[in-house]
């Protein structure tokens, strides 16, 4: 039977308790030694540090050489500059272009004498700041690693810079401006003068044509030869400027108009004062569109002037004045403007009908207001003739007027109306007795006259005599003059 020992419980002799098989042992395996934490991270940073000093140490050598040159892959008018210093790129640059820029000129040729500019004309040169600055730059902003990355790129996209030229154009602009002061200039009219009385009366000079220059196209041709390095050439390029005026037209414009020529008074004072006034007369100038006034031509009537006293039938029966008669001069003047197409900007009828013209066809004037402007509405000027001369027993007047041909002809007509003598006498007292002496005494001194309206026409007429077109000149009125009865003053 089984026992208990101290021990605990001891199976009975024979009977052993059966053991359970025990399973079998694994194998242990090797155990690998694992690196700590901190030995990786050494690891790591001992090879960073290899590649770190290994690039820098590429960079460095690839970069050394140009810390102080041009960086490879930079180049000038195709010429690598890559490991030059500033100093050998700038005499690469006056290399590549001195030659070019000594040899530049630019010639400005005129119609008959030409002109030159040269480089050192427009200071010209090579701005090597401006030209190697942008390559020089290249690759030295940062460090060496910037200078590096500066150098991968330019193996890709090189940096090729053209020259950068400087030049001033103020030689060229005053070289310019001289040109045009020696070429350009003014259109000159051919003139005309005429010396009435001589075989030839009109004098002439020819037109001369006018220059103009445009200095802009010069200019931008001179920069753009400079810019191109190339020697360039240009004509100055005149535009012609015509004469308004030419000598075929004035000549072809010096014709006679008309020609007037009336019988005047031969009293030897207004004769006198007509042939004054004519000799100032002759020759006048009335430019295309332009006038002529008859007092600025005769001027003042005084005696200093060389006019003298005479009768003036313009203003009545014994009137008289310095410078009488030259109302006759005017009176031709102003027939002869009409039958010759011109204006007549100002007239006056004369105080009283004259006998030296149709009525209503006279032209009154005095330095006092009275004035005979007439008006030139061709394109060309015209001129006058004027003489007064004896003609057998008696004095005539001429006025001849120049210009361009007339296409038609003129003729006047006067239309005029009597108005009757007035039945009842003027009484003038004869304070001097020249007529009568008493007052009892009635002596007429002077028939009356009757009075008139005249309405003047002017008829255009073509060459065959035909009526074109008739046009009213002027309507005129003139008082009738009542007879005159001059009474004495004394008593008997």
């Not at 630019?106 to 040269?118: A, E, N």
């Not at 002496?437 to 006259?449: H, K, N």
């Not at 009075?451 to 007429?461: F, H, M």
């Amino acid at each position: 039977m089984p026992s208990l020992t101290r021990a605990g419980y001891v199976p009975p002799k024979g009977q052993r308790p059966e053991k359970k098989p025990e399973p079998p042992k694994k194998k242990k395996k090797p155990r690998k030694k694992r690196m700590n934490g901190a030995a990786a991270a050494s690891l790591v940073v001992l090879l960073i540090a290899v590649l770190i000093g290994a690039a820098t140490v590429f960079i460095y050598t690839s970069t050394q050489p140009y810390a102080e040159a041009f960086l490879p892959g930079t180049a000038l008018l195709g010429e690598q500059l890559g490991g030059l210093s500033y100093a050998q790129g700038e005499a690469a640059l006056s290399r590549l272009t001195g030659e070019a820029i000594a040899g530049w000129l630019f010639t400005i040729k005129g119609k008959t004498q030409s002109w030159t500019l040269t480089a050192q004309d427009v200071a010209l040169h090579a701005d090597a700041e401006k030209t190697l600055g942008a390559l020089w730059q290249a690759g030295r902003e940062g460090g060496m690693v910037s200078r590096f990355l500066a150098m991968l790129r330019l193996q890709e996209e090189p940096m090729i810079a053209s020259p950068v030229l400087a030049y001033s154009m103020e030689a060229a602009d005053a070289l310019l401006e001289e040109i045009r002061a020696q070429v350009e200039c003014d259109p000159v009219n051919a003139t005309v003068a005429f010396a009435p009385g001589n075989s030839e009366p009109f004098r002439y000079t020819d037109e001369e044509d006018g220059w103009s220059l445009d200095m802009a196209p010069l200019r931008e041709a001179i920069e753009a030869s400079i810019l191109s390095l190339e020697p360039g050439e240009a004509r100055t390029g005149e535009t012609r400027l015509a004469p308004q005026v030419t000598r075929s037209q004035l000549e072809a414009a010096s014709c006679l108009r008309t020609r007037v020529v009336m019988t005047v008074s031969t009293d030897e004072a207004s004769l006198t004062n007509m042939r004054k006034a004519a000799a100032l007369l002759s020759g006048a100038r009335i430019d295309a569109g332009g006038t002529l006034s008859f007092n600025a031509v005769a001027g003042s009537r005084t005696a200093e002037a060389g006019y003298v006293e005479a009768e003036e039938p313009a203003y009545g029966a014994g009137a008289t004045g310095l410078g009488g008669g030259l109302c006759q001069l005017s009176t031709a003047l102003y027939r002869a403007a009409l039958l010759g197409g011109l204006t007549v900007e100002e007239r006056h009828a004369a105080a009283v009908p004259v006998n030296y013209c149709e009525l209503g066809q006279e032209a009154a004037v005095s330095d006092q207001g009275l004035d005979l402007v007439l008006g030139n509405p061709t394109d060309s000027p015209m001129f006058v003739s004027a003489r007064v001369y004896s003609d057998g027993d008696g004095a005539v007047c001429e006025v001849q007027l120049f210009g361009e041909p007339l296409s038609v002809r003129y003729a006047l007509e006067t239309q005029a109306q009597e108005t009757a003598i007035p039945t009842e006498p003027v009484y003038v007292r004869d304070r001097e007795g020249r007529y009568a002496t008493y007052t009892d005494e009635r002596v007429p001194v002077g028939e009356g006259e009757p009075g008139y309206t005249a309405t003047v026409e002017r008829l255009t007429l073509d060459a065959l005599g035909n009526e074109l077109e008739r046009e009213n000149v002027s309507t005129d009125s003139y008082e009738p003059v009542a007879p005159t009865v001059y009474v004495g003053v004394t008593e008997r």
